[in-house]
């Protein structure tokens, strides 16, 4: 038996080098516990340098306890000690940890309540709706791109010197979204800056000039509008290394595009579709993948091409987003079968006409009556650039051939003309070379001509978001703008539906077409008599 053990181990042989990390426990216990510390004093000591060995081992060993224990709780203080009075100073340590804990957590808890309700209040103020679990709060000014993600001062020097000092509301809510890799669908008035709230997180994210396969992706519905995005991410991107892409048709002639590398690509879905399919096109890197104009993506026409793009960006941690300024329920439904715990974003009245446009309607009789009313308001008050939109591409080539001869500088766009003629159509009339621009459907879409005073739509449109993305074209970035729309009896059924349009923007609006019988739009483009002043029997019409 061990010299100098205590009477409770009386008759029991004390094996030190055996239990030699619950003696030392004993040891420490000592500075706390009496009991311990009678133990200790009868006990027959080692020697001294192998007792403070020991010691300072054991002292190591209990600080890991104890932080162990204040870990996990009072209730499990060093196991298999809590029957020694020296577990109390343990548990205080714990119930002292555990209150500075909970403290820091309802501190935390209260910040986080109170940061929310700021951001109801901010996103109130700037008419933004958002829907998604824990959205994250949106940008009071663009300097809080640098102190909240770390944003380089170039992006910032880039937007200020494009004269965009403060964002706009879907600027304010997507980027912070899409910057915490959250994907979205966001549907914004026309004109409203959608192209930057997807551009700029891009712009932060992606590594300029990685050889690493293609960074970004975003799919326009038209060439015009894919030309444009590349100019826009061009002028943003000012000075940096990203290498952006159109995805022309010179680039689908290659023969091999697996090893095809870019930051941005930006492309029409089917341009990219051949690319993929064709040319093996490799997008399995996309960290960014943008549908703007989500719904007219989304139309039956393009739906096969868009399934085959999404499925080819297969990087399992790719942010998606929509970006449109009408967002049928047909299409969110879509959105969410293929995004992942989306935020949905609405700015104002969701596909609602922009505010800044005075919308009026004029009834025209006739088509000879249309193209009077236009030549009258023409002569009166040609106030250049002028938008006029007609339902097909004959038409534009009819109302080109009368105008022509009006001596107003007038041009027209439509899909019979090259790509050439229809870039050269669009430069010229963003120029000011030209004052009227015809046009078809073609670009009615996403269209950023600056300043357009009026748009005119000399055919009634065929659709409400028609209507909506037309008349967008004028009223853009907080400038003001104007629209007039020339009805004939054809119309009439449809009227209403316009009529409501201009109440929810704030248009003055016909209270007596908002009563006419309410009658389902889609795709209203009756046979119109062709545009001509030259007089025609009556048995030629409608041909
Ligand atoms: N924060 C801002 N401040 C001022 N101007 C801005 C701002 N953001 C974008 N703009 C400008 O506003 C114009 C419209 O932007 P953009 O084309 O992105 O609108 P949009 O919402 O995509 O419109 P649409 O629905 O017609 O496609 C552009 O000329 C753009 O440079």
Known sequence: MEKGTS?????????????????SRFQKKKENDELVENLSLNENRESDESEEEEKDEEKVRVKKRKRKAVGSGPSESVEGFSVFKSSKSVEATVKEENEKTEK?????????????????????????????????????????????????????????????????????????ILLSGRECFACAPTGSGKTLAFVC????????????????????????????????CK?????????????????????????????????????????????????SRVQYLVLDESDKLFELGLLKQIDCIVKACSNPSIVRSLFSATLPDFVEELAR??????????????????????????????????????????????????????????????????????????????SDLTQEQRDSAVDN????????????????????????????????????????HRIGRSGRAGRSGQAITLYTEEDIPFLRNIANEMKSSGSVFPSWAIGLQKKKWKKHRPRRDTISTTPRDKGEKKK
């Not at 078809?440 to 909506?468: L, Q």
Request: glycine residues 4%.
């Open 7 to 23: 009477f409770l181990f009386a008759g029991v042989h004390f094996n030190k080098k055996k239990f030699s990390t619950d003696f």
């Open 104 to 176: 820091k957590l309802s501190q935390e808890k209260k910040k986080f309540y109170q940061q929310q309700e700021r951001d109801a209040l901010f996103r109130k103020e700037h008419n933004i709706h958002v829907a998604g679990n824990t959205v994250p709060s949106p940008l009071t000014d663009f300097e809080e791109l640098s102190s909240r993600y770390g944003c380089k001062a170039k992006l910032l020097r880039n937007l200020a010197d494009l004269g965009i000092k403060q964002p706009t509301p879907i600027q304010r809510q997507a980027i912070p």
């Open 201 to 232: 997180p891009m712009l932060m994210k992606l590594k300029p000039a990685s050889k690493d396969g293609v960074g970004a992706v975003i799919l326009c519905p038209t060439r015009e509008l894919a030309s444009q995005t590349i100019r826009e």
């Open 235 to 283: 002028k943003f991107a000012e000075g940096s290394k990203f290498c952006i892409k159109l995805m022309t048709k010179q680039l689908i002639r290659k023969a091999d595009l697996s090893k095809f590398s870019c930051d941005i690509l930006v492309s029409t879905p089917l341009r990219l579709k051949l690319a993929i399919r064709k040319k093996k096109l490799n997008l």
């Open 337 to 414: 079968t293929i995004m992942h715990d989306a935020v949905r974003v609405i700015i104002g009245r969701k596909n609602t006409a922009s505010e800044n446009v005075k919308q009026k309607l004029v009834f025209a009789g006739s088509e000879e009556g249309k193209l009077l009313a236009l030549r009258q308001s023409f002569a009166e008050s040609l106030n250049p650039p002028v938008l006029i939109f007609v339902q097909s591409k004959e038409r534009a080539k009819e109302l080109y051939a009368e105008l022509l001869v009006d001596d107003i500088r007038v041009d027209v766009i439509h």
């Open 429 to 468: 009339f963003r120029a000011g070379k030209t004052w009227v621009l015809i046009a078809t459907d073609v670009i009615a879409r996403g269209m950023d001509f600056k300043a357009i005073n009026c748009v005119i739509n000399y055919d009634f449109p065929d659709s409400t978001s028609a209507y909506i």
